[in-house]
C-alpha cells in the first residue's frame, strides 16, 4: 500500500527489506546520503558489508541528546 502511494506521487518506490537489513542503509553503506536512482539503491542495498566502520562506532559525546546530539 505504502509503495502503491510513493508510485502515484512518481517517486520510485525501493522495498528496503525487513527492519533486520536496516544496517544496509546506516552510514558508511553504499547508498547512505547518495542520491541514487531506484536502481542505483537496490544495487547499494545488494553491496552493502554487514561489517562496521568508523561511521558506524560510537563518540566520546554519546550517547547525546536531543538537544545536544552526539
Excluded: C, H, N
Amino acid at each position: 500500500m505504502a509503495m502503491g502511494l510513493i508510485d502515484e506521487l512518481r517517486f520510485d518506490p525501493v522495498d528496503g527489506g525487513a527492519i533486520a537489513e536496516s544496517w544496509r542503509q546506516q552510514p558508511g553503506t553504499p547508498g547512505y546520503l547518495r542520491d541514487l536512482s531506484a536502481d542505483g539503491v537496490r544495487q547499494a542495498l545488494a553491496d552493502a558489508s554487514p561489517e562496521r566502520g568508523a561511521e558506524w562506532r560510537a563518540t566520546p559525546k554519546s550517547p547525546g541528546t536531543f538537544a545536544s546530539p552526539a
